[in-house]
T-cell receptor
Framework: DADVTQTPRNRITKTGKRIMLECSQT?????MYWYRQDPGLGLRLIYY???????NKGEISDGYSVSRQAQAKFSLSLESAIPNQTALYFC???????????FGQGTRLTVV | GQQLNQSPQSMFIQEGEDVSMNCTSS?????WLWYKQDPGEGPVLLIA?????ELTSNGRLTAQFGITRKDSFLNISASIPSDVGIYFC????????????FGKGTRLSVIA
C-alpha cells in the first residue's frame, strides 16, 4: 500500500461545483503539502501544514481551501471550480526537521 | 513565484548517451534535491544534497551541490529507456522551516 494516498485518482467536474480532494498518509509525518502541476510550469505550492493546528498559504492559494483533519489527513477543496483549475494535484508529506518530501500518486482533475 | 531556473526544458537523446541538466537560483539554498516523475505517477526522490560542493551518486545518477549554493547539477550516465520521465530540482532556503521550491522540470526522452 502507498504511504501517501490520494483520492480520487481522476475526477471530472463541472464549472461552479464544489469538489474535495483527499490525502491520507501512513508515514507518521507532521508536515503535509498540496502542490499543483501544469505542463511546463512544474510543481507549485497551494497550501501547507506543519502540524494539525497549522495552515499556511502557498504560492497559488486563491480559489482553494484546505482542512487538516488529523495528523494523517489533509484535504484540498475547490469551492467553485473553474476550468483553469484543470491540473494534476499532488499531496506530499515530510518529517519535521527533514527536507525530503514524499509524494502521493496524484489526482488528475478536469473542470469542464 | 518560482525561484529555480531549470534547464533544459526537454531533451531527446539516444540510448547509451550521457545526460546533464542543471538548476540555478538567484538565492542561496541550504538543501538541493532531485526528483524523477514517471508518467502517471508522483515525483520520487533520487538524490539529496546538504553541503556546498557535495557530490553524491545513486547508481548511474550523480548530482552536485554548487559551491556558490545557488546551483545544482544532475548527470545520468549511459541512459536507458526507463530513464524517460520528468526530472525536477527542488531546494529549501532555510533549513527545516520552509517548504521546497521546485524547478519547472526537464522532460527526458530516450530513443532506443
Amino acid at each position: 500500500d502507498a504511504d501517501v494516498t490520494q483520492t480520487p485518482r481522476n475526477r471530472i467536474t463541472k464549472t461552479g461545483k464544489r469538489i474535495m480532494l483527499e490525502c491520507s498518509q501512513t508515514k507518521g509525518h507532521d508536515r503535509m503539502y498540496w502542490y499543483r502541476q501544469d505542463p511546463g510550469l512544474g510543481l507549485r505550492l497551494i497550501y501547507y501544514s506543519f502540524d494539525v493546528k497549522d495552515i499556511n498559504k502557498g504560492e497559488i492559494s486563491d480559489g482553494y481551501s484546505v482542512s487538516r483533519q488529523a495528523q494523517a489527513k489533509f484535504s484540498l477543496s475547490l469551492e467553485s471550480a473553474i476550468p483553469n483549475q484543470t491540473a494534476l494535484y499532488f499531496c506530499a508529506t515530510s518529517e519535521t526537521g527533514y527536507t525530503e518530501a514524499f509524494f502521493g500518486q496524484g489526482t488528475r482533475l478536469t473542470v469542464v | 513565484g518560482q525561484q529555480l531556473n531549470q534547464s533544459p526544458q526537454s531533451m531527446f537523446i539516444q540510448e547509451g548517451e550521457d545526460v546533464s541538466m542543471n538548476c540555478t537560483s538567484s538565492s542561496i539554498f541550504n538543501t538541493w534535491l532531485w526528483y524523477k516523475q514517471d508518467p502517471g505517477e508522483g515525483p520520487v526522490l533520487l538524490i539529496a544534497l546538504y553541503k556546498a560542493g557535495e557530490l553524491t551518486s545513486n547508481g548511474r545518477l550523480t548530482a552536485q551541490f554548487g559551491i556558490t549554493r545557488k546551483d545544482s547539477f544532475l548527470n545520468i550516465s549511459a541512459s536507458i529507456p526507463s530513464d524517460v520521465g520528468i526530472y525536477f530540482c527542488a531546494g529549501q532556503r532555510v533549513s527545516g522551516n520552509t517548504p521546497l521550491v521546485f524547478g519547472k522540470g526537464t522532460r527526458l526522452s530516450v530513443i532506443a
